[in-house]
């Protein structure tokens, strides 16, 4: 599963992922009245959208429950409007990542390579990539940074998602399916929302499709549809790597690592994400 498409994810998602658990991410929130983390989740990630209600959230993040999305929707936008919500999310990544980069290495180059490669993102069937990348540029090499993350984590997920689709998934599945392979239950349940007989009820369905062994392990089925799915998913994030083109997707690398390095080190360990180790740079 070593891929490029792979590789370049592991170094911008830790960008994006400030937004997610930091404390000036959670603080930026709360100062545009989303108090709690999961009203400035639900409200920052879905913003770009415009004020929408729980459905196409919850079919496009996917991996929720549904009751646990319609308790922020659409309560949030009563709080907060979605360009306020937008307003909060690039404050709170700005607060976040200025400080991680101090004398890190080249943030505008950086900015300018992965700008260049989030606006050749293909976004036919993928509306959460469509949304942000519709929205206007920050004026800062920052901003500029951390949206063009955004942007091609989203494309990224939007494509995981009809890889997840084509293997016959459904959101609580996927959730038990990783918790099978590289996760927590404890940890990953309540995080996705789902109730212990809606969990019950998906395990019992990839039982029966040979994905689970009867103590609830992974069997070699579900592993080998890993391999698939995350083949797929990486063939469908490739295209703004093959725009970019080699020698300049060579240097993107090698300038934002240090900075991947520096932003990867202030989420916690364990994430829902399930974010891999960085990669390693060769002298």
Do not use: C
């Amino acid at each position: 599963m070593d891929s490029l498409p792979r590789t370049m994810w592991t170094l911008f998602e830790p960008i994006h992922g400030v937004t997610y658990f930091t404390p000036q991410a959670r603080a930026a929130f709360e100062a545009a009245n989303l108090r709690g983390y999961w009203r400035g989740y639900f409200a920052g990630r879905a913003a770009p959208l415009g004020p929408v209600d729980a459905a196409p959230v919850t079919a496009l993040f996917f991996g929720f429950a549904p009751a646990m999305v319609t308790r922020a929707l659409p309560d949030v936008w009563s709080r907060a409007t979605p360009a306020e919500a937008l307003a909060a999310r690039l404050a709170g990544a700005r607060a976040s990542l200025s400080p991680l980069f101090d004398g890190a290495g080249p943030v505008d180059e950086a900015a300018d390579l992965l700008r260049a490669a989030a606006e050749a993102v293909p976004t036919a069937g993928r509306a959460l990539a469509a949304a942000n990348a519709a929205l206007p540029w920050p004026d800062d090499a920052l901003g500029v940074l951390w949206q063009a993350a955004t942007i091609l984590r989203e494309h990224r997920g939007d494509g995981h998602v009809a890889a997840l689709l084509v293997a016959g998934l459904d959101g609580a599945e996927a959730g038990v399916w990783r918790a099978a392979i590289d996760q927590r239950r404890d940890y990953l349940q309540p995080a996705r929302g789902w109730t212990d007989e809606e969990w019950t009820a998906a395990a019992g369905r990839l039982r029966d499709r040979g994905w689970l062994d009867e103590s609830g392990a992974a069997t070699k089925v579900a592993l080998a549809a890993r391999a698939e799915i995350e083949d797929s998913t990486d063939r469908l994030a490739a295209a703004p790597w093959a725009a970019l083109g080699e020698a300049r997707t060579a240097r993107l690398r090698e300038v934002l690592h240090p900075l991947a390095v520096r932003a990867r080190a202030a989420l916690p360990e364990e994430t829902p994400i399930g974010l891999p180790a960085l990669p390693a740079m060769t002298p």
